[in-house]
């Protein structure tokens, strides 16, 4: 499966990617909203992992209008949060979300769930995580390793 992770928190994004990749799925890494937009506007992912408070806006907004537009429209969509205080009422364009930190075994379920739903073959795809830099700066990919 092809899965953007959209999170401003390096590290995790990154430890993240690499579970993705360790699971044999290709992730893409998102930094900010506007890069996550135009990744997921022109690229078809299977899955979108969104943090929900992100310096340049908010997670839910950038999702809410991916479900409008672009080539991910479709894709299964989980909030990532560190808030306790936010419920599944909060977030009514994503398929559902997840408490972080996000341990393998929460990532392999969260995943597993979609392949099901999807009825995507288990055969996995392994790839090069790719990395996109804020909008302005060039992008670049970087294998996880």
Not at 23 to 35: F, L, Q
Not at 78 to 88: C, E, F, K, V, Y
Not at 109 to 124: C, D, K, N, T
């Amino acid at each position: 499966m092809k899965i953007l992770v959209l999170d401003d928190d390096r590290d995790f994004a990154m430890g993240l990617a690499a579970l993705i990749e360790q699971m044999g799925h290709e992730p893409s890494v998102a930094y900010d909203c506007k890069t996550a937009r135009a990744l997921a506007g022109s690229l078809l992912f299977d899955v979108i992992l969104a943090d929900v408070e992100l310096p340049d806006g908010d997670g839910r907004r950038t999702c809410d209008g991916l479900r409008i537009e672009g080539a991910s429209q479709a894709a299964y969509m989980i909030a990532m949060t560190g808030r306790s205080d936010l419920g599944d009422h909060d977030f009514p364009s994503f398929d559902g979300y997840v408490r972080k930190p996000v341990t393998y075994d929460l990532l392999e379920r969260v995943l597993e769930e979609w392949r099901i739903a999807a009825g995507l073959s288990r055969r996995p795809r392994v790839g090069k995580a790719h990395v996109a830099q804020e909008a302005d700066e060039e992008a670049e990919q970087r294998a996880v390793t």
